[in-house]
């Protein structure tokens, strides 16, 4: 799926990513790179609301697993089970939200698990960046329902 696939299935799909400004900079297998303005996602101080920056950062990491789902036919819904957020710093200006599968192993047996019970938990990171610093860092249980497939 190419960048541009890619953040028009987000911006269909998922109105939020449109509404808040949500680019997709690289996908890969491993790894996926959202950007978001911080127009549309400030609040009263000037500086990005929280609950943007942690959705950007939640739809990063749903994006590698979705990604990753597609590219192996699974046809598991992902859904999110629990999500921690920390914030390091205050986001003052665009930021991005990067997302990376650290974990081959882990990955496969969320995948032999999936395929032998129809349901898999995984955790996936993400770290939000202002002008390449970390301003924050999310955490996810991800959920995947009703996989077709190992």
């Known amino acids: 799926m190419s960048v541009l696939e890619l953040q028009a299935y987000l911006h269909r799909r998922i109105p939020l990513a449109a509404a808040m400004g949500v680019r997709v900079c690289s996908v890969t297998p491993v790894r996926v790179e959202l950007q978001a303005p911080l127009a549309p996602n400030i609040n009263n101080g000037e500086m990005a609301f929280g609950g943007s920056a942690a959705a950007v950062a939640m739809l990063a990491a749903w994006t590698l697993l979705y990604v990753r789902e597609q590219d192996a036919r699974s046809g598991a819904r992902l ?3 629990h999500a921690s957020m920390s914030y390091e710093r205050p986001i003052t200006d665009d930021f991005a939200a990067i997302s990376e599968l650290a974990d081959e192993i882990r990955y496969h047996k ?10 898999a938990r995984i955790t996936v990171g993400t770290v939000l960046e202002q002008d390449g610093l970390p301003v924050g860092a999310f955490e996810g249980d991800f ?3 009703g996989g077709l497939s190992a």
Not at 110 to 119: C, E, N, S, Y
């Open 143 to 145: 959920v995947a329902i």
């Open 79 to 81: 859904v999110i089970q």
């Open 110 to 119: 969320f995948r032999l698990t999936l395929a032998r019970h129809g349901r």
